[in-house]
């Protein structure tokens, strides 16, 4: 079997798709399927191109006995929706031409979105290789981009939804990061088969004994201080604000710390929120490898995983839930629905607070900081729970069945 993953995220940038893909290549290549990433030239989250592919217009190169094709893409400090649309339509231009040109015939295409947009190459891409298109769902694009008032225009959405319909419609199978997604697909979309292909987590990766003493000096931790960590993108959907709130109640615990780890839209204006209500118990500190945040999270004594109260996140599982407790760090979710369903209710992994309310956060901490035992073992809980449930190794080789099987129901 032949699989192109088309995606504009992957490694070595740093980020939730890019080592959800990476994963998935290598497990899905270690079980017999040649795999080929088509890729943007790296540039995110900076907008910059890194060094070693600059000048380039495409980029060939093998990694983990990957063969990976990187072809050009525009990119832009600048964040508005022109230059973002420069960004997602150049990718898809470069990638359909240098996936007619530069690949052979393919099985199957499977598609990352968002963004959207790359559908269309994919599309293309399935017809000159005579392929069969298999469309990953992570985000419920163009709904949530108008839920969380990102795209406004009318005239926009509408053409962003019959694209969705269209892609849908044409592929072998839609696999959704979360049932959410895929009951929202199947429930529109009754004609299209859907299948759960969940983020997982991989057990060697994150080890709970890791010391991570050294790490709390350099941050200027102390021994006795208790630390709530946000790693991932700083952006609109997180309510960071949230969080920074939460530490200005706080202020007056002089051992409890914040740690806001990451990149995005959000963070000048986060900096400054927390340099005025709580300059003292909110901390920034610089970004770091993939290969270091276990060694963040064997710093910190809880995870916290916000993302804004609104119904299109009813289905969504941010994939910075499964690090935290694979280390064995209890959880405090600020998200509603299937992640509290799975992690709290079931997992009994940690705390759940209403999203972007400051105050239940608060008390949440003060909690985990008054019992910490309580934290300990809903951080045992948290590791086995997904151990059992969201092992990278079984979720590929389940995926690679389904694959199989319904190419058999074809035959």
């Known amino acids: 079997m032949k699989l192109l993953i088309l995606t504009q995220y992957y490694p070595p940038e740093v980020g939730a798709p890019q080592n959800r893909l990476s994963d998935l290549a290598k497990r899905l290549t270690a079980l017999g399927v040649e795999v080929t990433v088509l890729t943007a030239l790296p540039n995110y989250p900076q907008m910059k191109i890194h060094s070693a592919y600059r000048g380039k217009w495409t980029f060939r190169e093998k990694n983990d006995g990957i063969a990976i094709l990187r072809s050009w893409i525009y990119v832009s400090p600048r964040r508005n ?19 007619i040109f530069r690949l052979g015939r393919q099985d199957y295409i499977l598609v990352e979105s968002p963004p959207l947009f790359l559908g269309i190459s994919g599309y293309l891409l399935k017809v000159f290789k005579r392929s069969r298109l298999i469309f990953n769902v992570s985000d419920l694009w163009p709904e949530s981009a108008e839920k969380l008032n ?24 839609v696999s959704g990061q979360t049932m ?11 004609e299209v088969t859907t299948y759960w292909l969940p983020n997982g987590v991989d057990p060697e990766g994150f080890d709970p004994v890791l010391d991570g003493s050294d790490r709390r000096k350099m941050l200027g931790l102390g021994n006795d201080d208790f630390v709530v960590m946000y790693a991932g993108i700083l952006g609109y959907a997180q309510g960071l604000s949230t969080m920074i709130s939460a530490a200005a109640m706080l202020q007056d615990e002089k051992n409890i710390r914040f740690l806001i780890l990451g ?17 003292v118990n909110v901390i920034f500190p610089p970004s770091v490898s ?6 963040m ?14 119904d299109i996140f009813l289905g969504a599982i941010p994939s910075k839930i499964f690090e935290g407790l694979a280390m064995a760090r209890p959880l405090i979710l600020g998200v509603e629905g299937e992640a509290k369903r799975l992690f709290i209710d079931e997992g009994k992994a940690g705390i759940f607070v209403e999203p972007e309310n400051s105050a239940q956060l608060a008390i949440a901490v003060k909690t985990l900081l008054d019992n910490r035992e309580l934290g300990r ?3 045992r809980n948290g590791r086995k729970f997904v151990l059992e449930k969201f092992d990278r190794r079984i979720i590929a080789e389940q995926f690679f069945k389904f694959i199989k099987e319904k190419e058999g129901s074809l035959l």
């Open 150 to 173: 990102i795209v406004r225009s009318r005239f926009f959405l509408g053409i962003s939804y019959r694209l969705e319909a269209f892609l849908y419609r044409h592929s072998f199978i």
């Open 290 to 295: 993939k290969s270091e945040i276990p060694e």
């Open 263 to 279: 990149s995005g839209p959000e963070k000048g204006k986060l900096i400054a929120e927390a340099s005025e209500k709580s300059p």
């Open 81 to 99: 929706v022109f230059h973002r649309l420069l960004n997602y339509f150049s990718f898809v231009f470069s990638s359909v031409l240098t996936g």
């Open 377 to 379: 073992q809903m951080g």
């Open 297 to 310: 999270l064997a710093a910190v004594d809880a995870v916290y995983v916000p993302l804004k109260k609104l």
């Open 180 to 190: 959410g997604i895929c009951d929202n697909i199947s429930a529109r979309f009754p």
